[in-house]
């Protein structure tokens, strides 16, 4: 079993809508979860982090926690089409487990 | 923020030689990196954590006599692709910790031919 799942996509919004993008993990342990950003053949950078259930906000993306249904979503706002791009989810559970990922294209 | 060093970004090497890839933490001391290897349109894959001074842990598929590792001082590791074969073509890239959030170097794209 998968530690850590996302959908693959491709996922496409219109440039100016939301962007949802969601991932479940399996580990109730989990105490850490991270968003980062992946563009084409270069290295993930950290976006967002988030260690307590609720929302936590950062100019254009929230970070959204539910333990209880293992599930953390992450929500770009007014999206650009510079945020395409493919979004990793990590979960720390004494090492960071990844998912592969979701494939998002903004489309001017 | 913590900033991450990864040299070469790119190499090329011929099938059989050996590719030494080094990471090095900027600001801050790093007593724990993580190595990992990304395949074209798939996730991150842990190929080892290194802690300063000791052995790197390798997981479980990933040859140690083939990927070695070194974690000599507190900013730097390397790993060495030793008799590199093109299924060894990959991207590879370091990260930094044991704090969270990880923070990654560039990544290094080797090429086998």
């Known amino acids: 079993q998968k530690e850590v799942e996302q959908n693959s996509g491709p996922l496409s919004v219109p440039e100016g809508a939301i962007a949802s993008l969601n991932c479940t993990y399996s580990?109730?342990?989990?105490?850490?979860f991270f968003w980062y950003r992946q563009y084409s053949g270069k290295s993930p950078e950290l976006i967002m982090f988030?260690?307590?259930?609720g929302d936590k906000e950062d100019g254009r993306f929230t970070a959204q926690l539910n333990k209880a249904s293992q599930y953390v979503s992450l929500l770009i706002r007014d999206s650009q089409p510079s945020d395409s791009a493919t979004y990793l989810c990590?979960?720390?559970?004494?090492?960071?487990?990844f998912g592969t990922g979701t494939s998002l294209t903004v489309i001017p | 923020g913590a900033v991450v060093s990864q040299h070469p970004s790119r190499v090329i090497c011929k099938s059989g030689t050996s590719v030494k890839i080094e990471c090095r933490s900027l600001?801050?001391?790093?007593?724990?990196m993580f190595w990992y290897r990304q395949f074209p349109k798939q996730s991150l894959m842990l190929m080892a954590t290194?802690?300063?001074?000791?052995?790197?842990?390798?997981e479980q598929g990933v040859e140690k006599d083939k990927f070695l590792i070194n974690h000599a001082s507190l900013t730097l590791s390397t790993l060495t692709v030793t008799s590199a074969h093109p299924e060894d073509s990959s991207f590879y890239i370091c990260?930094?910790?044991?704090?969270?959030?990880?923070?990654f170097g560039n990544g290094t794209r080797l090429t086998v031919t």
């Open positions: 990260s930094a910790g044991p704090d969270s959030p990880l923070h």
């Open positions: 580990d109730r342990g989990s105490q850490s």
């Open positions: 988030i260690y307590s259930n």
């Open positions: 990590a979960v720390y559970i004494n090492q960071f487990y």
């Open positions: 600001d801050f001391q790093a007593t724990t």
């Open positions: 290194s802690n300063e001074g000791s052995k790197a842990t390798y």
